[in-house]
């Protein structure tokens, strides 16, 4: 049902500021900015290879989204899986009497989109979307990898994305860590107190075609970063507030 993760919704300030990060020190191209007027909210999406990065800037109070960022300031807000039929698929999780917001599709930045409560996710907020202009074709020098998503209970977590969304599992050798492939992409499911106790989206590691360069525009626009072998991570306070692995690595 699901073919891949068509983008991470993150929650700014203002999409003016966040565009000094995303756009002008990552490299990202800008595909659009829009007002969605009926959500409050200003929209950008910019490309990350295949997918996309979407920034959702409130610009009415009141708004799911201006609450979010009342409580809890910039970051990761939403995960969008595109697949095939979106009006198929809402239909067929309503019949199996999964919680939805959208129990119809509408038009969205994505094409058709619909969001699911995130009370069938575990707390993750997940949109399904089916492109109505097929996929944008701009070059990115970032492609989205990973999703990590914090859980008390990371094996009933991934049994839920599981049932919903038929992701496949990676074999992680034991552990207490899940892994579900989404098209190239994956959902890690991580213990909580692994990530500060933290649950729902709590990381997003991205695979730089050239991290040498990535690495040099980071430094020189002063963001926080940790090096490591083969691996950068970018701080929240540089990033929007999103843990942020930029690796070498497929
Ligand atoms: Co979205």
Redesign the pocket.
Known sequence: MVRRIH?V?IVVEELTRAYGFYRDTLGLPLLKEVEIKDQGVRVALLAAREGEI?LLEPVQAGTGVARFLEKRGEGLH?L?FETEDVDASLRSLKASGVALIDETPRD???GR?GFLHPRACAGVLV?LATPVNGSHSATSPLRLKRVVIGSHDPKETAQIFQRLFALPEQGMNGGPRTMLSVGRGALLLVPADEVGGMEGMVALSVVAEDLTAVGERLRNAGAAILSGAGELTVEPRSSHGVHLHISRFE
């Open positions: 983008h919704g979407e939403h969008c969205g930045l994505a989109i949109e």
